[in-house]
């Protein structure tokens, strides 16, 4: 059974860079695709972007500018970076399998709320 | 970029009964690439339905989902206590994935 879990700070202050990893057990994190999810407070989802396990990246065109995404396979982990967070950014952040090719995701991690505040 | 609407916003039921729930994309959209989640309270979304019509692993069959072109439906046959939830909609379409707003299943 794959399990992801996301680990990172709680609480960033703005214009800072949010920082996240998301670490894979239970299967490998070659040959698949790997998304980063977000959900504001008592909001919807908000896709923020894919790697691939060979490095091969997409991001949501609104958050491209500020996004980047890493992979480390000898690790089975994968990474996000938001740079000059807002409080807008302030939300439940997903790791989750999928996207390219797998276009629905079928694995979640359990979430981490990432707030944005001094 | 294709939206996606969900309605009902929020759709009262009792336990036993059966649920419909509608996805509705601003463009007609490819049936494989139209996802439904499953989300209760303080949780991660589930995946129930991928390609419109297929339950992912371990779904009970009172979940079952179909459609195509622009209208797209879940359908919950007979409600049970823990499928009360919110349900979200998602496709894929020109390199970028997106979800509607959800439909929330309440008591």
């Known amino acids: 059974q794959v399990q992801l879990q996301e680990s990172g700070p709680g609480l960033v202050k703005p214009s800072e860079t949010l920082s996240l990893t998301c670490t894979v057990s239970?299967?490998?994190?070659?040959?698949?695709?790997w998304s980063w999810i977000r959900q504001p407070p008592g909001k919807g989802l908000e896709w923020i972007g894919y790697?691939?396990?060979?490095?091969?990246?997409n991001y949501n065109p609104s958050l491209k500018s500020r996004v980047s995404m890493s992979i480390d396979t000898s690790k089975n982990q994968f990474s996000l970076k938001l740079s000059s967070v807002t409080a807008a950014d302030t939300a439940v952040y997903y790791c989750?399998?999928?996207?390219?090719?797998?276009?629905?995701?079928?694995?979640w991690g359990q979430g981490t709320l990432v707030a944005v505040s001094s | 970029d294709i939206v996606l609407t969900q309605s009902p916003g929020t759709l009262s039921l009792s336990p036993g009964e059966r649920a419909t729930l509608s996805c509705r994309a601003s463009q007609s959209v490819r049936s494989s690439y139209l996802a439904w989640y499953q989300q209760r309270p303080g949780q991660a979304p589930r995946l129930l339905i991928y390609g419109t019509s297929s339950r992912a692993i371990g779904i009970p069959d009172r979940f079952s989902g179909r459609g195509s072109g622009t209208d797209f439906t879940l359908t919950i046959s007979r409600l049970e206590p823990e499928d009360f939830a919110v349900y979200y909609c998602q496709h894929y379409g020109d390199s970028l994935y997106t979800f509607a707003q959800g439909t929330k299943l309440e008591i």
């Open positions: 989750a399998r999928g996207g390219g090719a797998a276009v629905e995701f079928d694995y």
């Open positions: 239970g299967g490998s994190i070659s040959s698949y695709y």
């Open positions: 790697i691939y396990s060979i490095g091969i990246t």
